[in-house]
């Protein structure tokens, strides 16, 4: 089947690049996670049954996105998948989201129930956001002592700076080193995949805002540390499919089960077996498995 690059100009003044490949009635939107793009849906793509019509977006700020407006809510890029959305006349969809895309994809489900049929959250943020702890001087997490602006979480020792400092300089070794620590947990990709992948890595411009983002992201009733929750969760009345390696290192398995009490009974958790944080990558013929089932009940 093939898979087109193609870009939109919204109505906000960005221009949101994505990737199309043909198929049925059945559409299926894609959004990616942080430090990546539409490009890492790529195999995906390629090995979904062609009964799928799929869209895979880059988000603002990543891949060939524009960004001439900063972000600082996951909402501000549901919002720009709205005008997606409509600019392309998609109507009765199902939305994947992965990692960070799974919050985007769940607030987007919130506002517009009458859009989504279903919902898949890949090892998904959870409704209560990501935390960045403050690290004490061997560079472990501080509980409870939470970053809360762009400037401390740009400073981050740990989690931010050894990226910031890989994009700009163009590092893949380490940012291969970061993915196989991290993200990889199973397999790698092949060689040139990889390339590929880092070289699609160093296009994002907008690593602190979207760290920021998910730290005070939360969609539940709780207080997170940072934002109390505004409860658009309980919106997401739709069939809802958490999906969860579990030897992902990145999101946690207590995450995924607050994304399923916080959204209710039409949330089912499933693990996936020898797969961590890139499920595309470390077991794909199961993950294919599991959302096919899953959209075709």
Known sequence: MEIKLKSTALKNGETIAYRERSGGNKKLILVHGNMTSSKHWDLFMENID????LYAIDMR????????????????FAKDLNLFVEKLNLTQFSLMGWSTGGGVVMDYAADHPDQ??????????????YPIYKKD?????????????KQEIANDPVQVKPVLTAYENKDKKTMKMIWNAAIYTNNQPDPAHFDEYCEDMFTQRNLVDVDYAL?????????????????????????VLVLWGENDKVVSEKMQQ???KDIGE?????????????????NLDQLLEKVTDFLEK
């Open 50 to 53: 062609e009964k799928y019509k």
């Open 61 to 76: 700020g990543f891949g060939a996105s524009s960004y001439h407006k900063s972000i600082d809510s996951l909402h501000d």
């Open 116 to 129: 989504v049929e279903k919902l898949i959250l890949m090892e998904s943020v959870g409704t209560r956001g």
């Open 137 to 149: 001087e061997d560079g472990q997490p501080i509980v409870d002592d939470l970053l809360k602006t």
């Open 215 to 239: 730290a005070h992201f939360n969609i539940s009733d709780e207080h997170n540390g940072l934002e109390a929750g505004n409860n658009k969760a309980t919106r997401i009345e739709l069939p």
């Open 258 to 260: 607050d994304i399923v």
């Open 266 to 282: 039409n949330a089912e958790l499933v693990y996936l077996k020898n797969s961590g944080h890139s499920p595309i990558i470390d």
